[in-house]
C-alpha cells in the first residue's frame, strides 16, 4: 500500500462482505420457501425476503466499488485522497441507512414503512429494486455525491490516467441515474419506461465501465503489461459496452405498451450486448499471457480472470439466450431471466469486487504483497466452489424455466401458474443445494484472510515475489 488514505478502503471491503454473507442467508431463506411456502411465514414473508435478498446485492456491490474507487485512484493519481475524513463520515451514514432500512424491511409492515418515512410526501417506494424508503434514497444521493467529490478531486489534482477517467465516468453515471428513482409518474408504462433507466442503465450500462476500470488496474499491477496496451483495449470495450447497453435498454420495452420500433431497437442492439464480454475475456487471458511478471497474489488472478469469463456467460450467452423479441415473448418473467441474473451478477461484479478485495486487502492488513500460500490455497477453493455453484444455479434454473415456458406459455393446453411451480419443484431443490454449496465457499472466502503461515521460507518467497513485481 503507497498512500496512508488507502486505509479507507478497508472499511469499505469488510462492510461489503459481511452485507454479502447477510444477502446469501435470504438468498438461501427464499429459495426454501420455493419448495416450503410457509417456511418461517409469518415471520419474515417471501416478499420481505425478496427485498432484503436483492437490496442487499445493491448495497454490498456499491460498497465494494466504492472501496475499490478508494484503494486504486490514489495510486492511479499518484497522491492522497481529498478528504480521506468524508469518506470515513459518508462509510457510517451509508451502513447505518442501510441497516435501518433492512431493519425496517424485517420489522414494520411495508405500508406501515411508506407511512412512518412519509412517503406520501414525495412518492417513490413500491418498485422493484426501489423499495428504499424516500428518505434512504435521499441519504444515498448525499453519499454518492460525497463519494463523487473526493474521487473527482484527487484525480482532478493528480495524474490523469485512462482507468481513472472511465471508472470516474461510470461512478458519475450511477450517481446521475439513480436520480431517475424519484421519478414516479402514475402512468404505469412511463413509470417502468423511466424505471429501466435507473435498473438497466446501472447494470448494463455504467457499472460495467466501473467493472472495465477496476479489472484493468488489476491487470497492471499483476502482468506488468505496458498500460498503454491494456488501455487501449479499454478504450474498445468501454466503446462497444455504452453503444449496446445504452439502446440495449429496449429490450425491456418489448411488452409494456410502448411503440413497435422497439422490437427492433431492443433485439438489434441487446443481440450486440456479448460483444464486449467477449471482448473483455479475450482481453483478460491475453494481458494474463502477456504477462512479465509472476504476481505473488495468484488468488487475485484467477478471480479477475474468472470475472471475465463468467461475466461473459451470464451477462454475455445467458442474456442473449432470450433477449429477441420473438423468444422473449415466451420467457420473459420466467426462472430464465432468474437464471441470467443471478449469472450475470456474479460474473460481471461480484466476482470484480471479490478480485478487489483479494488483491489490496492484504496489503492493507500489513502483508508484502499477497496472502501466504496457504491461505490463497483456501481462498481458491472458495473461488471454485462458488464460481461452480453458481454454473449449477443457472443450469437448475434455466431448466426450470424452459419447462415453464413450455407448460405454462407454449403448450397447447397452458397449465396454470401454481401447478407448473410445482411440476418445476425438483429444480428448486437441486439449485438450493447448490446456495448451500455456494455459502460455503463464501464462508472459505472469509476464512483465508485470517490464514497465516508458519513457514519462514514461503513469507519470504512471497516477499522476493513482491520486490519483482
Do not use: C
Amino acid at each position: 500500500m503507497k498512500y496512508k488514505s488507502q486505509s479507507v478502503a478497508k472499511l469499505y471491503f469488510i462492510a461489503a462482505i459481511a452485507l454479502f454473507v447477510g444477502q446469501i442467508l435470504f438468498g438461501l431463506v427464499m429459495g426454501l420457501q420455493y419448495v416450503v411456502g410457509d417456511f418461517l411465514f409469518p415471520e419474515i414473508p417471501f416478499n420481505v425476503a425478496r427485498m432484503v435478498h436483492t437490496n442487499l446485492l445493491i448495497v454490498w456491490l456499491l460498497f465494494g466499488f466504492m472501496g475499490s474507487a478508494y484503494y486504486l485512484v490514489p495510486e492511479e493519481a499518484e497522491r492522497e485522497l481529498v478528504a480521506p475524513w468524508l469518506a470515513k463520515l459518508m462509510f457510517w451514514i451509508f451502513l447505518i441507512a442501510g441497516a435501518a432500512t433492512v431493519a425496517g424491511y424485517l420489522l414494520v409492515p411495508y405500508a406501515k414503512l411508506a407511512e412512518l418515512t412519509m412517503d406520501d410526501l414525495l412518492p417513490t417506494m413500491g418498485r422493484e429494486f426501489l423499495e428504499q424508503p424516500t428518505i434512504t434514497k435521499l441519504g444515498i444521493v448525499v453519499v454518492a455525491l460525497s463519494f463523487l467529490f473526493s474521487i473527482g478531486i484527487t484525480i482532478l489534482k493528480g495524474r490523469k490516467t485512462v482507468v481513472t477517467l472511465v471508472l470516474l465516468i461510470g461512478l458519475t453515471g450511477l450517481a446521475v441515474f439513480f436520480l431517475f428513482a424519484f421519478y414516479n409518474p402514475e402512468n404505469l408504462v412511463l413509470d417502468k419506461y423511466y424505471w429501466w433507466w435507473v435498473v438497466h442503465l446501472w447494470v448494463e450500462g455504467v457499472w460495467e465501465l466501473i467493472l472495465g476500470a477496476i479489472l484493468a488496474f488489476i491487470l497492471i499491477k499483476t502482468t506488468g503489461v505496458d498500460r498503454e496496451v491494456i488501455e487501449k483495449w479499454l478504450y474498445v470495450i468501454i466503446a462497444m459496452t455504452l453503444i449496446t447497453g445504452l439502446i440495449g435498454t429496449g429490450h425491456h420495452y418489448y411488452w409494456i405498451g410502448t411503440p413497435d420500433f422497439w422490437q427492433w431497437w431492443g433485439s438489434i442492439f441487446s443481440a450486440m450486448e456479448p460483444i464486449p464480454f467477449f471482448m473483455m475475456t479475450i482481453f483478460a487471458f491475453n494481458m494474463v499471457n502477456r504477462r512479465r511478471r509472476n504476481h505473488p497474489n495468484k488468488a487475485a488472478v484467477l478471480w479477475a480472470l474468472g470475472t471475465a469469463v463468467m461475466a461473459f456467460l451470464g451477462a454475455g450467452v445467458w442474456g442473449f439466450l432470450h433477449t429477441l423479441s420473438p423468444v422473449n415473448y415466451y420467457t420473459h418473467g420466467t426462472q430464465i431471466t432468474a437464471a441470467h441474473g443471478h449469472m450475470a451478477f456474479y460474473g460481471a461484479y461480484v466476482m470484480i469486487v471479490l478480485a478487489m478485495v483479494s488483491y489490496a486487502m492484504p496489503m492493507m492488513r500489513g502483508r508484502k504483497a499477497a496472502n501466504s500460500p496457504r491461505s490463497q490455497v483456501v481462498e481458491m477453493w472458495s473461488f471454485w466452489l462458488m464460481t461452480v455453484s453458481m454454473v449449477f444455479i443457472t443450469l437448475f434454473l434455466t431448466g426450470a424455466g424452459i419447462l415453464q415456458t413450455y407448460l405454462q406459455r407454449y403448450s397447447d393446453q397452458p397449465i396454470d401458474f401454481m401447478t407448473v411451480q410445482d411440476k418445476i419443484s425438483l429444480f428448486y431443490w437441486l439449485r438450493e443445494i447448490a446456495g448451500v454449496v455456494f455459502l460455503i465457499g463464501l464462508v472459505l472466502y472469509v476464512v483465508s484472510f485470517f490464514i497465516g503461515t508458519d513457514d519462514p521460507e514461503a513469507v519470504e518467497k512471497i516477499e522476493v515475489d513482491a520486490e519483482t513485481a
